[in-house]
């Protein structure tokens, strides 16, 4: 997340509270899936908030025990950074970042940034864990902003809850999915590149004849001159 993003941010947070919403961009689940960098279940297990190394910006670190990854290379914890926080009596809250608390499970779609891990398309990146009639249950996060879609410009509904089992699956689906659509791309690419070279092949004579075409046509040229 660029500065001039996260200033923008800071500045819908601290104006005052009107009857108008804030946007972001809904995100598809499988997009969400295919541009995470790794995706993990885990508990928040620690905190702590301080400022960037130019005191313009609170950063609190989220440290997360991982149970499970999803998607990405298996790691015990992962600390997730986000813009905001409270340090001392100076408090900063954007608009649209997850926050957590320490004991809360999640699962967390992320993506790397030059301050560290953190959460991929905010507050739509990072889902609740919680129980419910003794199943587990993702929750995406609650949020007063409105979601649109920008290709048909209007408001849609926020995920449903399903259980982890169910997301689970999802999210293996989508990867099976993704890969089949790549493997195709690349044998079709494959087919076609044959194509061209069996193409040269069963006309080599033409291509030859053509080539000593051009390079007699050029030697007459740079006679007559």
Known sequence: MTRTTLALLAVLALAPVRAEATIFRAMKFDDKVDHAASIVLGKCVRQQ????????????????????????????????????????????????????????????????SNA???????????????????????????????????????????????SLREFETSVRDTIRRREANRMEMIERRRREEASIANQIRRN?????????GTALASWQLIKRW
């Open 49 to 112: 908030s301080q400022w960037d190394a130019a005191r313009n910006w609170i950063l609190t670190y989220s440290t997360f025990r991982v149970e499970k990854t999803l998607k990405g290379l298996p790691a015990q914890e992962i600390t997730i950074v986000t813009p905001g926080g409270t340090v001392e009596n100076i408090a900063q809250n954007i608009v649209g970042v997850p926050k957590f608390r320490e004991g809360d499970e999640h699962v967390l779609f992320v993506r790397n």
């Open 204 to 212: 080599w004579i033409l291509v030859a004849l053509a080539i000593v």
């Open 116 to 162: 560290g891990p953190t959460v991929l398309y905010l507050e739509q990146g990072a889902y609740r864990v919680v129980k419910e009639n003794g199943d587990r249950v993702v929750q995406p996060q609650v949020t007063s902003a409105v979601l649109v879609d920008t290709q048909r410009g209007v408001a849609v509904e926020r995920e449903n809850a399903r």
